[in-house]
């Protein structure tokens, strides 16, 4: 079995931290010297998906993208479904949209070592590369489940929650520092990779995507930076109708009154 389970942080209960308060607002007081500062999305919105390659979703998301003239979006792809659907991998890079690191086989990088979880990015760029062709400018990454220990996933699930992440937040090194496990913090670095979490989030492995709640989320604001999954098994009937009805009518959403 490849992938157990869909979204980065579904195993992750949503339980109230009692120290949410204080480290919220130190979240909030952090200084913007952060990462999101090179991104070449800034100030637009970003569109990212996990999970993939998959052959039922990849194409008809690239078909959606470019008819809705998107040029931001991250295909966090797994080194395992890279292994099996090559031209996948190549169909996204000609279309202009970025690839980022997920890992090669989804297993949760808190509990592996830092020289586990170093091989495994190695592994996956040497694959990328030998399945592009080219030495791949690699520059972005999400871990598993956001790298996150239980702790800090409830303070995140939480903010999640509560509607106050913001994308400066989970773009900024100060932020990731709080929430990501340390050893995977530094294992990206040391390979030059950055963490860009999520913001947005409709759960999309299990649910429709509610475009109530992306219209009150997005409120002309121009940059969010949205999670969605390839991940077509997991729950049947739902994705079906998240490719090919949800996802247009998101995009013309987001696309007609943003830069995106
Ligand atoms: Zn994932």
Not at 31 to 48: C, H, P, R, V
Not at 56 to 68: G, M, N, R, V
Not at 191 to 205: C, E, G, M, P, S
Request: proline share 3%; hydrophobic share 35%; aromatic share 10%.
């Amino acid at each position: 079995m490849l992938l157990a389970v869909a979204s980065c942080h579904a195993e992750q209960g949503f339980n109230l931290s009692p120290e949410l308060s204080q480290r919220e607002q130190s979240f909030n007081d952090s200084e913007d010297d952060n990462i999101a500062e090179s991104f070449q999305g800034q100030g637009k919105a970003i569109l990212t998906f996990d999970d993939g390659p998959h052959p039922k979703t990849t194409l008809l998301l690239l078909e959606q993208l470019k008819s809705a003239k998107v040029k931001n979006a991250i295909f966090f792809l797994v080194g395992e479904r890279i292994k099996k659907y090559p031209n996948l991998v190549k169909k996204i890079d000609s279309e202009g949209y970025m690839i980022g690191y997920h890992s090669m086989n989804h297993r949760n990088q808190v509990g592996m070592s830092p020289k586990e979880i170093n091989q495994d990015i190695k592994t996956f760029k040497l694959l990328l590369d030998e399945t592009l062709g080219v030495n791949y400018s690699l520059e972005y990454a999400r871990p598993p489940f956001g790298g996150m220990t239980t702790k800090t996933a409830k303070v995140f699930s939480e903010l999640e929650k509560k509607g106050t992440l913001h994308i400066k937040d989970v773009m900024s090194i100060q932020f990731v520092q709080k929430i990501v496990a340390d050893k995977i913090i530094k294992a990206y670095r040391k390979n030059d990779l950055k963490i860009y979490l999520w913001h947005i989030d409709f759960n999309d492995w299990k649910q429709r995507i509610d475009l109530k709640h992306a219209k009150k989320k997005f409120k002309g604001n121009m940059t969010q930076y949205w999670l969605f999954h390839e991940m077509p098994k997991y729950k049947k009937n739902v994705f079906d109708n998240h490719i090919t009805e949800d996802m247009p009518n998101f995009l013309k959403l987001i696309c007609n009154t943003s830069n995106c």
